[in-house]
């Protein structure tokens, strides 16, 4: 068990498929063998609401930034073995981190130190957009992933994105590495290969695998399951298991 390598999922736009992204990473590195924690950053509480009732727990991401308690009070085993989540309700979006406080910026980062020894791998689902949250996510991380759809409206927000995290990078995070831009909800080979991908790259590196749509992502939410978990033959479960693999090994580099 080893000093934990954190991993942001980070877009600003909605809809993409950062949470998609963050609970299947997090189901399927723990599948790999990973001790892994979800942290959930974003307040509309989606990749918590797969594991756990919101509406149940008492302690949750809010309770840390306010200094209310300790990171290891809000996190919470999963059904899912080597797989443990710290969740967010509605209540973080109250949470505010007043634009003086020095601090602000590093308080998951301080969080997370307190359990980096517990687990082998960290995945951060982010909200869309750049707020405290973000920052906080991209200043704890070692990695960030970025996912996106192939659209002309996808690629217009990624230069602020690169602007963030660069000026992070310089600023606070040297080490954070843009481990790359994943794909998903594709319709169609051929528009990404050959219009979309050549624009995508011109900013961040992109993952081997992309994620095609389908409608077996939308029924393991309603079902509150991973995919991998949901079916173990839906195109798209593969696929983020490629994607996985890719991650693993991304990590070890
Ligand atoms: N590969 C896919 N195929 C079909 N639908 C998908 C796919 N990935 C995501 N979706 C759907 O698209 C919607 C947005 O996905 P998701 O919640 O993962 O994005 P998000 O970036 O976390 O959104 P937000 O910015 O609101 O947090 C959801 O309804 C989800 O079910
Ligand atoms: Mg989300």
């Known amino acids: 068990m080893g000093k934990a390598k ?6 600003q736009k909605g809809g993409e498929g950062k949470t998609t992204t963050a609970i299947n990473l997090a189901h399927g590195l723990s599948l790999q063998g990973a001790r892994t924690l979800l942290i959930d950053m ?13 509406d149940k727990i008492e302690l949750s991401a809010a309770d840390i930034f306010l200094n209310k308690t300790k990171i290891k009070d809000v996190i919470h085993p999963t059904k899912y073995e080597k797989l443990f989540i710290l969740p967010s309700k509605i ?7 007043g634009s003086l406080n020095v601090e602000a910026p590093y308080l998951l980062r301080d969080a997370i130190s307190q359990v980096a020894d517990e687990f082998d791998t960290i995945v951060i689902d982010c909200p869309p957009s750049l707020s405290i949250f973000t920052v906080n996510a991209l200043v704890a991380a070692n990695f960030v992933v970025i996912p996106l759809q ?8 990624i230069k602020g994105l690169q602007t963030t995290i660069e000026s992070i990078k310089r600023r606070i995070n040297p080490d954070l590495k843009i481990m790359g ?21 011109n900013y961040f590196p992109v993952f ?18 991973t995919l991998m978990d949901y079916s173990d033959s839906a195109k798209q ?5 490629s994607f996985v693999k890719e991650v693993y090994d991304g990590l070890e580099a």
């Open 150 to 157: 192939a659209e002309k409206f996808s690629i217009d927000g």
């Open 91 to 97: 209540s973080l979006a109250e949470v505010e981190l």
């Open 42 to 54: 974003d307040p509309q509480g989606n990749s918590s609401g797969i594991f756990v009732d919101t």
């Open 237 to 241: 479960t593969k696929e983020y298991l």
């Open 181 to 201: 831009a994943l794909v998903t909800q594709l319709k169609s080979n051929t528009v990404l290969t050959k219009t979309i991908l050549p624009v995508i790259e």
């Open 208 to 225: 081997e695998t992309s994620i095609s749509s389908g409608v077996a992502v939308g029924e393991s939410h309603l079902s509150r399951q």
């Open 6 to 11: 954190v991993i942001a999922i980070a877009n």
